[in-house]
C-alpha cells in the first residue's frame, strides 16, 4: 500500500490581517473522493487553489505523492500539470475550438503528439456527448457543456489528483445533474478527486470522507453516515441540519 | 430566414400598422438627410465661389494637370513611405509587445526590466515624434560609427521608437482586459507563464484592442510622412519638390489624397474584422 496521493501539514493561508486558512491536516488516499463543504467564506476554494499552488502558503507543506510541492526549489509548473483543477465559472479559452481547449495542455504541457491528443481529446469529447461540437467555440455550448468540457480538458492528461471547485455554481439548476453524474462516472473510473461543493445531496452520494470546513479549520471529518447522521461537533450539526429535508 | 418569411402571411393588424409606420419613418429621414446634403453643399458651393480669392485658390490649389502632372514623383515617394511603414510594422509590433509583456508581468526578478520599460513609455510618450525624428535622424549619422546610413532606416528606427511606446500601452490595457481566471485555468493546466501569454492571453488581449490598433496605425501611417524631415523623398518631400517646381500647391492636396485612400482599406479591415469574431464568438443578441 503506497502512501496518500495528497498530504496537507498544517496549512496556513493569510489575506491581509485575515487568516483564512488556519493549519489544515488532511490526507487523500488514492481513489477516495472527498468532499469539503462549510459556509461561503470557510476556506474550501482557497484551500482548493492553495494545493494547486495558483495562492502561495503562508505556512505548512503540500505533499503530492510525498513530494513536497510547497518546496520553492519545486518547479510548480510541473507540479499543476500533475493536478487537474476545474472551476466554478468553467475557465474555458473563449478563442480556442474546444477541442483545441482539451488538447492544450496535451500537447503543449505533456508533449503528446498532435494526432495522439485530438484522438483521446475526441474519445472524452464522445463520452460526454459534445463530440458534433468539437470545433466550434465554447460559447456555442451550454453551460453544462461547457462545464463538463472543463472537467474532460482537466482529465485528459490523467492528473494524480482531481480538484474540482463548486463546479455547479454557476450552473442552472437543471444542468447541475448531467456534471454531477460525470464526476461519479469519474469516481467510478477511479479518480482520486478533492472537491468543494455546496450540493449536500450529492456529497453525500458521492464523498468517501465528508471534510467540514469552518472558519479556516476543520471543525470534523468522517464519511458521510457519520456527519449526516451522528455527528461529533455541534457546529457540525448545526450546519448540516439547514440542508437536511 | 425562412421562418419569418411564412409568418409574415398572418401577422396582426396592429405589427402591419407597426411595420408601415415604421417605413414612412425610414422614408422621411433618408429625405431629411438628403435634402439637407444638397443645401450644406449648395451653401459651401456658393460661398467659396463667390468668395473674392476662390478663382485663385481654385488655380493653386485644385489644379487638375499639376495634380496628374505630380502623381509619379508622388507615386515614388509613396513606395519610401511604404517602406518606412512596413518595416516599422512589425518592428513595432515585435517591441510593443515585448514591452507590453514586460509591464504586466508581476515576477520580482523582472523588476528592472519593468522599470525600464515604463521609463521608456514614458520619455516617449512625452516627446513629439518630429523631435524624436530629429535626434535620431541627425544624431546616430552625427557620432560617426556607422559611415552613411539611409535615411529610410534612420526614419524607421524613430519611427518604431516612438510607435513601440504607444502600441505597448494599447496592448498593455488589452493584458489587463483578460479576466484573470483564464490566466488561472492556463496555469492549472501546467502552462509556464509565457505559454500562457502567448498562447492563452495575448490573443484575446489583442482581440480586445484591435480598434485602438488600428487607429494607432493609421496615424502612424500620417507620421510617416516625418521622414521628409530628415532627408526621405518620401510623399510629402515630393510634393514639396513638386510645388516648388510648378509654383502651384496642387501636388500637396494630391498627398493629402494619397494618404487618406492608404488609410481608408485598414479602417475597413479592422471594422470587418472586429465584427467578424465577435459574430464567431458570441450568439445573437446585440443590443
Known sequence: ?245 | MASVATLATDVSAVELWRRSYLKQQTYKSVLIAAISLVVFVGIVVFLLSGSEGWAKVQASFFDWDTFVGSLPAIGEGLLKNLQVLGYSLVLVLIFATLIAVARTTRTPVLFPVRLLASLYVDLIRGMPALLLLYLIGFGIPGLGIFGRIDPVILGTIAITMCYSAYVAEVLRSGINSVHPSQRAGARALGLTHWQTMRIVVLPQAVRNVIPALMNDFVAMQKDVGLVSTIGVIDVVRAAQIEVAHTWNFTPYVAAGVVFVLLALPFVRLADWYTNRTREREQKGGTV
Open chain 1, 1 to 245: 500500500m503506497s502512501g496518500p496521493v495528497l498530504s496537507l501539514r498544517n496549512i496556513r493561508k493569510d489575506f491581509g490581517e485575515h487568516r483564512v486558512l488556519d493549519g489544515i491536516d488532511l490526507d487523500v488516499k488514492e481513489h477516495e473522493v472527498v468532499v469539503l463543504i462549510g459556509a461561503s467564506g470557510s476556506g474550501k476554494s482557497t484551500l482548493l487553489r492553495c494545493v494547486n499552488l495558483l495562492e502561495r502558503i503562508d505556512d505548512g507543506q503540500i505533499f503530492l505523492q510525498g513530494e513536497d510541492i510547497s518546496d520553492p526549489r519545486v518547479d510548480k509548473d510541473k507540479a499543476r500539470a500533475r493536478i487537474g483543477v476545474v472551476f466554478q465559472s468553467f475557465n474555458l479559452f473563449p478563442h480556442l475550438s474546444v477541442l483545441r481547449n482539451v488538447t492544450l495542455a496535451l500537447t503543449d504541457v505533456h508533449h503528446i503528439p498532435k494526432e495522439e491528443a485530438e484522438a483521446r481529446a475526441m474519445t472524452l469529447l464522445e463520452r460526454i456527448g459534445v463530440a458534433s461540437k468539437a470545433h466550434v467555440y465554447p460559447d456555442r455550448l451550454s453551460g453544462g457543456q461547457q462545464q463538463r468540457v472543463a472537467i474532460v480538458r482537466a482529465i485528459a492528461a490523467n492528473p494524480e489528483l482531481l480538484l474540482l471547485d463548486e463546479i455547479t455554481s454557476a450552473l442552472d439548476p437543471n444542468l447541475v445533474g448531467e456534471v454531477l453524474d460525470l464526476v461519479l462516472d469519474l469516481k467510478r473510473g477511479g479518480s482520486t478527486i478533492v472537491m468543494a461543493t455546496h450540493e449536500m445531496d450529492f456529497a453525500r452520494q458521492a464523498a468517501d470522507t465528508i471534510v467540514y470546513l469552518n472558519h479556516g479549520r476543520i471543525e470534523e471529518a468522517g464519511t458521510p453516515e457519520k456527519l449526516f447522521n451522528n455527528p461529533d461537533s455541534e457546529q457540525t450539526a448545526a450546519f448540516l441540519s439547514r440542508y437536511r429535508k
